[in-house]
Each structure stands twice: as structure tokens, then as C-alpha cells.
């Protein structure tokens, strides 16, 4: 069994019928992407998470975002020492090679822009001082719907750091079936032994780099990219780092499906995971029902597909 088998595995002894789900996330991990799970309570946005981080075998933090949490509580502080005669700096939990970042549109904006520099460059900064992060860093983020009591809608420019938005949504009657009827989740998590280490990851990284991308499929995610920002029903479309994350999205997907080279239908198949937190729709096609996905569907259908014949070479 190699690695991507291992850990998919490992995720599918806790979180029942999700497989999918898994492929896409563990893709984004090994683009070097943040990952951002949005869904309604109790469809196993957490657990999947924790079950992710425990089987990668990174440091791991979990912070629970909630409305008093301060940027301090996140990223340290510095506090005076009286045996140095100096300020020290006490890290917090981002410190860490994997952050489990708990509900976290339940905060305020200024301390959700507090994993900007974070997410983005892979430091913080704390008077003045810049700390580098551990590689590798991954923030896994976990959300309820906006229209949720008590939540703040995350920035644009932080749901930009996040490579892919994806959804748990509900099980089949078959899968909620065995779900209902086995120990709590947590009783499982604890059970969960790493499968592999951060060495490994760094490794799957590099080789998830070298998947072929062909000009033609390169040309295919620019397309896409440019045609969300000439939709009518658009407001703002899809920055350059959408189209980036799209391209990599891809190549992390058809190494997990172990494939060399990535083919239309890996671009097809993350596309609405990377687009969809990037769209704003005008108000004039938010009250005619649309959605970011119908969007991306009406792009994606109108797009020519190229034909790749040799797609390994």
C-alpha cells in the first residue's frame, strides 16, 4: 500500500462515505494549499479535519475560533521577562505544521486577518520581529454557512488564501446508517495513528510539481479563469491565484488518483471547489436564485475542452 492509499485509508476508518471529499482535500494539502470546510453543524467538518491532521503526522494545533479570540491568542506575544531585563516572545498555537482553525467565520474580522500574513507568505510578524512557521504549514479551516447566528463573513482577500472550499454535505441513508450506530466520533479520532510524516509530505509535494500539465490544458484553466470575469452575472470574477490554485488543484488530484499527467476532468472535477468562494454575483442574480456553482457551470459548459491524445508526453 503507498502513501496516498495509507492515508485515505486511514481518513476512511473515521469519516464514512466521503471519499471524494478526502481526495479533494489531501490534493490541496499536497499542492501546499489552505483548505477552507464549509458546511452546516454535524456533518464531520471537524472530525475530518482532526482525522487529516493526526494521520499526516504534522505538529498539530487545534484553535477554536470563537468572538472574544484575540490575534494574540493566535500568533503569541511578547512579554517582559524580569530575569532577561527584556521582552520575550511566548509563540502561540500557529507555530505549528498543521492548524485546525475551528468555525473560524465565529470571530471577528480582525482576528480572522490575523492568518493572513500566515496563510500567505508563511511568517508572523510581533513587534516588528519576523518568525518563519514550520514547513510544511497548513491551515485547515472549518466554517457554517453565513447565514448562521453569530458568524462574520470571512474577507475576500483571506478566502483568497484558501486554495479550495469544499463541502461535506449529508450522508446516504446507507452511510448514516453505519454512522449512527458506531462509537462518538471521538472515541475514534483518538485511534487514529499517523501514516506517514512531514518528510513524506515534503516529498509528495515535489512530486506532485513535476505532474505534466500540458500547454493545452494550461490554456483550458486560463479560459475558465478569464470567462467567471466576463459573466454577466458577476461582479468580481476569479483573481490570477484562483487560476493558480485551479492549475495545481489539478496536479495534486491526479497524483492522488496516481496518474502522471492531468487530464480535462481533473480541472472539471476541482474547479467548483476552487472557484467558489472566489465569485461575487451580482444582486440583480442573487434575487433570481443564482449561485456561484451555476456560474461555474454555465462557464465550464461554454469553455471549449481540448482534445489531449498524449497527455503523458
Known amino acids: 500500500m503507498d502513501r496516498i492509499d495509507r492515508i485515505l485509508a486511514n481518513v476512511a ?6 471519499n471524494t471529499v478526502t481526495e479533494y482535500v489531501l490534493a490541496g494539502i499536497l499542492c501546499g494549499g489552505h483548505i477552507l470546510i464549509e458546511d452546516v453543524p454535524g456533518v464531520g467538518k471537524t472530525t475530518l479535519a482532526n482525522t487529516l491532521a493526526r494521520s499526516l503526522g504534522c505538529t498539530f494545533s487545534r484553535i477554536q475560533f470563537t468572538p472574544d479570540l484575540m490575534p494574540s491568542d493566535i500568533v503569541g506575544i511578547s512579554v517582559y521577562d524580569k530575569t532577561m531585563d ?7 498555537p500557529i507555530m ?31 513587534d516588528g520581529t519576523t518568525y518563519p512557521l514550520p514547513s510544511p504549514f497548513i491551515v485547515l479551516a472549518t466554517q457554517n454557512p453565513i447565514d448562521y447566528e453569530g458568524t462574520y463573513p470571512l474577507p475576500e482577500a483571506q478566502l483568497d488564501r484558501f486554495m479550495l472550499r469544499v463541502t461535506m454535505g449529508y450522508p446516504t441513508f446507507s452511510d448514516e446508517t453505519s454512522i449512527v450506530s458506531r462509537p462518538g466520533g471521538e472515541s475514534m479520532i483518538r485511534d487514529v495513528v499517523p501514516v506517514t510524516n512531514p518528510e513524506e509530505l515534503i516529498e509528495m509535494r515535489a512530486a506532485v510539481e513535476k505532474i505534466h500539465f500540458s500547454r493545452e490544458l494550461v490554456e483550458y484553466v486560463v ?6 470575469r466576463e459573466h454577466p452575472d458577476i461582479t468580481l470574477g476569479v483573481s490570477p491565484r484562483g487560476g493558480q490554485h485551479l492549475f495545481r488543484g489539478a496536479q495534486g488530484l491526479a ?15 476541482m474547479i467548483a471547489s476552487v472557484f467558489y468562494h472566489r465569485l461575487i454575483l451580482k444582486p440583480e442574480a442573487l434575487l433570481r436564485g443564482k449561485t456561484p456553482l451555476d456560474v461555474i457551470n454555465d462557464v465550464v459548459n461554454k469553455t471549449h475542452v481540448p482534445v489531449i491524445r498524449h497527455a503523458d508526453k
Open 13 to 18: 476508518k473515521v469519516i464514512i462515505g466521503k
Open 86 to 92: 527584556a521582552f520575550v516572545f511566548r509563540p502561540g
Open 96 to 126: 505549528n505544521q498543521l492548524i485546525l482553525a475551528d468555525e473560524i467565520n465565529r470571530t471577528s474580522p480582525r482576528t480572522q486577518s490575523s492568518l493572513l500574513e500566515a496563510m500567505s507568505e508563511g511568517q508572523i510578524s510581533v
Open 223 to 228: 479560459n475558465l479563469t478569464q470567462a467567471t
Open 255 to 269: 497524483y492522488v488518483r496516481k496518474r502522471p499527467h492531468v487530464l480535462p476532468d481533473d480541472i472539471k472535477a
